[in-house]
Structure formats: C-alpha cells, structure tokens
C-alpha cells in the first residue's frame, strides 16, 4: 500500500510554465512506475506520461512530448517524488491532474492521488 499526495496546479496563462509534484510514500514505494493522467471538463481521463521506478526512462502522450518533463528523485528513505514540469501550455492542457502508481508488472495503475487544477487561459 502506498499514498500520493500532490502538490502545485493554478491558473496561467498560454506559453507560461508550471511544475506538479506527486510524494509517494508506503511500503516499497521504491518499486512503483509513476504516471500522470488528467481530465478535462466533459472529456475522458487521459494518459499524460509515465516515468519507471529508475527516474530514467519516461514515455508521453504525443499531445505534450517536447513540452512536458519528468523527473524522479528519492527523497529520503521513505518517499520519493515525481515532477511533472510543464513548458508552453496551451489552454487544451486545463484540466484536473492525477499522479498514480502501478508496479511494473500490472496493467493498471492501483494508486491514485487527490487531483490538482491546471488552468490556461489569457
């Protein structure tokens, strides 16, 4: 078992950036794959990118890769945590962000955090 909680989120305008993070803390939190999801206002929940247990390999949805970075840091020995650094939004990125966590061996994520609100407009 494992808990996330995520910090950052707020309003900004378009070509402005922002940064999220997600603590991950719980048993072997060490082991768990990090993703982010979001959703928008009247859409699905959708894929935003996954970073492995390493910090090392990272894959993005085609809709934020160039624009969108993660990053993995091991905190201490009780939690890591991961860092959405969000470049040149655009106002089609507003939505409620989630980090999640899965071990590598499962198909879906298993963990969810509490949500955060990313705003873009002028």
């Known amino acids: 078992q494992v808990q996330l909680v995520e910090s950052g989120g707020g309003s900004v305008q378009p070509g402005d950036s922002l940064s999220l993070s997600c603590t991950i803390s719980?048993?072997?939190?060490?082991?768990?794959?990090m993703g982010w999801f979001r959703q928008a206002p009247g859409k699905e929940r959708e894929f935003v990118g996954a970073?492995?247990?390493?910090?090392?390999?990272?894959?993005?949805?085609d809709s934020v890769k160039g624009r969108f970075t993660l990053s993995r840091d091991i905190a201490d020995s009780t939690k890591s945590i991961v860092y959405l650094r969000m470049n040149s939004l655009k106002p089609e990125d507003t939505a409620v962000y989630y980090c999640?966590?899965?071990?590598?061996?499962?198909?879906?994520?298993?963990?969810w955090g509490q949500g955060t609100q990313v705003t873009v407009e002028s």
């Open positions: 999640a966590a899965k071990l590598a061996d499962d198909h879906a994520y298993n963990f």
């Open positions: 719980g048993r072997a939190f060490e082991l768990y794959v």
């Open positions: 970073v492995d247990r390493s910090g090392l390999v990272a894959d993005y949805a």
